[in-house]
Antibody, heavy 121, light 108 residues
Framework: EVQLVESGGGLVQPGGSLRLSCAAS????????MSWVRQAPGKGLEWVSA????????YYADSVKGRFTISRDNSKNTLYLQMNSLRAEDTAVYYC??????????????WGKGTTVTVSS | EIVMTQSPATLSVSPGERATLSCRAS??????LAWYQQKPGQAPRLLIY???IRATGIPARFSGSGSGTEFTLTISILQSEDFAVYYC??????????FGGGTKVEIK
């Protein structure tokens, strides 16, 4: 069964840092691009970042560029999101999601259950 | 950035009736359009991609249509489990991938 499990969320002060992880199973992890998508409380979905299957290509939303870093460890089947200089507006549920191909712009066909990040003093 | 606009924001429908949801793109996205369903407290689930292709395991009562800038998701006979929020997403031009604001389908 294809599965994505996020972890690492929590409460952090403004200006602080947090690293999210997403453990993948049930598929050949390195063969697929991955994305992070977030959802602020009561709001819609916002794409945050994407990374190619090899990890060699990355994209970011303007709202997080320069503050967040996406990475992956294909030997551990794990996706990461390093979040620095966190702001109140980064408060959201963060989902990792799988694309159907190794890179490119596509739909997101498998989603994890999400991990909650709260930025507050 | 391509802006996706969904209408209506809320759709009140009785079980057994048809629901028609709309999604408009600020510029053409060809057929590179997906639909997702999200229930309270759950992750989104892919329903439709390529504007009209049902994802694996999605019932035939869900259908998508459109191309260019105008798209429609139709739920032919609403079941109790279909009451949820539905999002469209374009993947024609990126970054960024962009989502619509969502349509909540509620029980009438």
């Amino acid at each position: 069964e294809v599965q994505l499990v996020e972890s690492g969320g929590g409460l952090v002060q403004p200006g602080g840092s947090l690293r999210l992880s997403c453990a993948a199973s049930g598929f050949t992890f390195s063969s697929y691009a991955m994305s992070w998508v977030r959802q602020a409380p009561g709001k819609g979905l916002e794409w945050v970042s994407a990374i190619s299957g090899s990890g060699g290509s990355t994209y970011y939303a303007d709202s997080v560029k320069g503050r967040f870093t996406i990475s992956r460890d294909n030997s551990k089947n794990t996706l990461y999101l390093q979040m620095n200089s966190l702001r109140a507006e980064d408060t959201a549920v963060y989902y990792c999601a799988k694309a159907p191909y190794v890179w490119g712009s596509y739909q997101l066909d498998v989603w994890g259950k999400g991990t909650t990040v709260t930025v507050s003093s | 950035e391509i802006v996706m606009t969904q209408s209506p924001a809320t759709l009140s429908v009785s079980p057994g009736e048809r629901a028609t949801l709309s999604c408009r793109a600020s510029q053409s996205v060809s057929s590179n359009l997906a639909w997702y369903q999200q229930k309270p407290g759950q992750a989104p689930r892919l329903l439709i991609y390529g504007a009209s292709i049902r994802a694996t395991g999605i019932p035939a009562r869900f259908s998508g249509s459109g191309s260019g800038t105008e798209f429609t998701l139709t739920i032919s006979i609403l079941q109790s489990e279909d009451f949820a929020v539905y999002y469209c997403q374009q993947y024609n031009n990126w970054p960024p991938l962009t989502f619509g604001g969502g349509t909540k389908v509620e029980i009438k």
